[in-house]
């Protein structure tokens, strides 16, 4: 049976990094560390969707990044992490919002979509279906973070009701204004074409600094911050998730490859360039089509961000090229 040449995309978050920042290697390793942990499953004839998953477990265990070990603190100083999966051979889906005390949040994902009728959960619920399938948990020692304190004390001291993105914080005001320039979101995600032709997302996040207790944004949400559809293409999103929640970002994007015949690309720009900026949003997504087609677009100064097609080598990119 003839195969497909499998790729795999990622992303560690977007937004206005500085191009002089002095140590970038670190974020090049751990984007390549998670391209090559999701390669490893596709090049052995794996699915997307366990590949996705692998990449975004990667990516969530290294504190650099803005999900699992590495997230951000919210107001009451506690951790409330969002992640979802996508199946783009089924539009089977699971996510879960506001959970602490988990090792891997997109693991947890998968179990809701593999073990549970529901499509996402929250809270305490969610954490049940993770003891009751042994979901690696870990203490509030494997999430601290003195940096990360420091980050919310910075934004509380902007005044009351401000919230950043990761990864140097973009405060906004309540109403999701931004009141600082030098934002970047630290959210991770996934997406993947496998050898069998089949599309899928992956999507992992603290969510905001400072942000209220119970806020979630976009990366849990099915047709918000994750998209996968094997009859179009696979979507993973970073950003200010109010703005992509909005606009539907994921579902935008395959609804007009689905019903106007765009391309991966031209989905994408429009959406990105388009609405998403319109309404006050900033951030990016990586993405894929089935015919192996990648698209990485975003509307900040930068994104991390990186690629591995079958028989190459993992590329990884954090300002435009
Ligand atoms: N989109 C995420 C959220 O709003 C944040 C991020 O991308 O860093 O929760």
Same mark, same amino acid.
Do not use: W
């Given at each position: 049976?003839?195969?497909?040449?499998?790729?795999?995309?990622?992303?560690?978050?977007?937004?206005?990094?500085?191009?002089?920042?002095?140590?970038?290697?670190?974020?090049?390793?751990?984007? /390549? *560390?998670?391209?090559?942990? $999701? =390669?490893?499953?596709? #090049?052995? !004839?794996?699915?997307?969707?366990?590949?996705?998953? %692998?990449?975004?477990?990667?990516?969530?265990?290294?504190?650099?990044?803005?999900?699992?070990?590495?997230?951000?603190?919210?107001?009451?100083?506690?951790?409330?992490?969002?992640?979802?999966?996508?199946?783009?051979?089924?539009?089977?889906?699971?996510?879960?919002?506001?959970?602490?005390?988990?090792?891997?949040?997109?693991?947890?994902?998968?179990?809701?979509?593999?073990?549970?009728?529901?499509?996402?959960?929250?809270?305490?619920?969610?954490?049940?279906?993770?003891?009751?399938?042994?979901?690696?948990?870990?203490?509030?020692?494997?999430?601290?973070?003195?940096?990360?304190?420091?980050?919310?004390?910075?934004?509380?001291?902007?005044?009351?009701?401000?919230?950043?993105?990761?990864?140097?914080? /973009? *405060?906004?005001?309540?109403? $999701? =204004?931004?009141?600082? #320039?030098? !934002?970047?979101?630290?959210?991770?995600?996934?997406? %993947?074409?496998?050898?069998?032709?089949?599309?899928?997302?992956?999507?992992?996040?603290?969510?905001?600094?400072?942000?209220?207790?119970?806020?979630?944004?976009?990366?849990?949400?099915?047709?918000?911050?994750?998209?996968?559809?094997?009859?179009?293409c696979?979507?993973?999103?970073?950003?200010?998730?109010?703005?992509?929640?909005?606009?539907?970002?994921?579902?935008?994007?395959?609804?007009?490859m689905?019903?106007?015949?765009?391309s991966l690309e031209e989905a994408g720009?429009?959406?990105?360039?388009?609405?998403?900026?319109?309404?006050?949003?900033?951030?990016?997504?990586?993405s894929v089509d089935?015919?192996?087609n990648?698209h990485?677009?975003?509307?900040?100064?930068?994104?991390?961000?990186?690629?591995?097609?079958?028989?190459?080598?993992?590329?990884?990119?954090?300002?435009?090229?």
């Amino acid at each position: 049976m003839s195969t497909i040449p499998f790729v795999i995309a990622v992303h560690g978050g977007a937004g206005t990094i500085s191009p002089d920042k002095p140590n970038e290697a670190p974020y090049h390793e751990g984007l /390549q *560390a998670a391209l090559r942990a $999701g =390669a490893a499953v596709l #090049e052995a !004839g794996g699915s997307a969707l366990d590949a996705v998953q %692998a990449a975004v477990q990667s990516l969530e265990d290294c504190p650099l990044f803005n999900a699992g070990r590495g997230a951000v603190y919210t107001a009451d100083a506690t951790h409330e992490m969002d992640a979802s999966v996508m199946d783009g051979s089924t539009l089977r889906a699971g996510a879960v919002a506001g959970v602490n005390g988990i090792r891997n949040p997109v693991t947890l994902a998968r179990t809701v979509m593999d073990h549970t009728s529901h499509v996402l959960l929250i809270g305490e619920g969610a954490i049940r279906v993770a003891r009751e399938h042994g979901v690696e948990m870990a203490d509030a020692e494997y999430f601290h973070s003195e940096e990360r304190l420091a980050q919310l004390e910075r934004v509380r001291a902007q005044g009351a009701g401000v919230t950043a993105l990761d990864h140097s914080a /973009q *405060a906004m005001t309540d109403n $999701g =204004a931004p009141i600082r #320039e030098d !934002g970047k979101f630290g959210t991770v995600g996934a997406v %993947a074409l496998d050898q069998h032709g089949n599309l899928a997302a992956a999507v992992s996040t603290g969510g905001l600094t400072n942000k209220r207790p119970g806020r979630v944004g976009d990366s849990p949400i099915v047709g918000a911050g994750i998209y996968a559809n094997n009859a179009t293409c696979a979507v993973a999103c970073t950003g200010t998730g109010e703005h992509f929640l909005r606009a539907c970002v994921g579902h935008d994007i395959h609804a007009r490859m689905a019903y106007r015949g765009e391309s991966l690309e031209e989905a994408g720009e429009a959406v990105v360039h388009g609405l998403l900026k319109e309404i006050g949003g900033s951030g990016g997504l990586v993405s894929v089509d089935a015919k192996g087609n990648v698209h990485m677009p975003f509307n900040t100064v930068g994104m991390y961000r990186g690629v591995f097609r079958q028989g190459g080598q993992p590329q990884s990119y954090i300002f435009r090229i």
